[in-house]
């Protein structure tokens, strides 16, 4: 639960630096905020069937998102400062949203890719809805790999249940290999491949 609230802080903040960014009002801000934050778990919860989503029974789900937005909002100088840190501490969530969503698919019945897909989706989504909202082309598109070491780090921790290996050894693994990969796609820029030549059909 910690390391749960803990990510959505952390993805809560990068949305609604983005609305500060946008010059959004305090709304904008908090909308932005708890989309980010909570918007991939609630988009795998719909999908998978888990109803009502984890993000509406449980009130620090939506304390935490809210509390990120307000704290961005008032101190955005300095927090836009520490957007470094931030994106450290992004890739933490990443690493623990996939594996965390990917074996509450698996839990629900999806097979090793589908429940691979939605640990995912867990990570991306809330970025996604984030960026449409806010009128750009989502992040995940155009910036270091992401999207990437998620599916990984997810994949790992599913074939890992399936073959009946220590829950918590797997968890760590495909959380690991997300984080590492994810890092190092930060320091290196790394991308995915783009197309070449001249873009006009």
Do not use: Q
């Not at 998978?48 to 009130?59: F, N, R």
């Amino acid at each position: 639960m910690v390391l749960d609230l803990v990510g959505i802080f952390v993805f809560a903040v990068t949305g609604a630096i983005v609305a500060v960014r946008k010059h959004l009002d305090l709304f904008g801000c908090l909308i932005l905020a708890v989309t980010t934050g909570l918007g991939g778990g609630f988009m795998r919860d719909v999908l998978i069937g888990a109803s009502p989503p984890a993000a509406l029974t449980d009130w620090r789900y939506l304390t935490v998102p809210m509390a990120a937005g307000l704290l961005t909002f008032f101190f955005h100088p300095a927090v836009g400062r520490m957007e470094n840190a931030i994106n450290v501490f992004d890739a933490f969530g990443l690493s623990v949203f996939c594996v965390s969503g990917a074996l509450k698919a698996l839990e629900y019945g999806l097979g090793p890719l589908p429940a691979a897909l939605m640990g995912m989706v867990t990570c991306i989504g809330g970025g996604m809805l984030r960026d449409l909202l806010a009128g750009r082309v989502p992040v995940v598109f155009r910036a270091e790999l992401y999207a990437t070491p998620a599916l990984a780090g997810a994949f790992i921790a599913v074939l890992g249940i399936r073959a009946d290996l220590p829950g918590v050894a797997v968890a760590i693994t495909g959380a690991l290999v997300c984080l590492v990969w994810r890092l190092l796609a930060i320091w290196r820029h790394w991308h995915a491949p783009m197309p070449r030549g001249n873009a006009a059909v």
